[in-house]
């Protein structure tokens, strides 16, 4: 039997600029269309950081939170 490789963890935490900019993101999506509708997050690692892109279902638009300020 081969052995087992351990599951990878996927952890992200928004900083307070990404997540003031999701929330009104988020805001003006309730606003227009009455419900938030659902949400795809797209984690890309760089080596030295994570490209971070939020994309709606409900508005086929997309959200980038990458901050590159950070890495």
């Given amino acids: 039997m081969p052995l ?4 990878y963890e996927i952890h992200e935490v928004l900083s307070d600029k990404q997540q003031a ?3 009104e993101w988020k805001s003006h999506i309730k606003a227009i269309y009455g419900e938030y509708g659902t949400f795809t ?14 994309y709606s279902h ?5 959200l980038d939170l ?5 890495w």
């Fill in 41 to 54: 997050w797209k984690v890309t690692p760089t080596g030295i950081g994570s490209g971070l892109v939020v």
């Fill in 21 to 23: 900019s999701y929330d």
């Fill in 66 to 70: 990458t901050d590159v300020d950070s």
């Fill in 58 to 62: 409900k508005t086929k638009t997309e």
């Fill in 4 to 7: 087992k490789m351990k599951n």
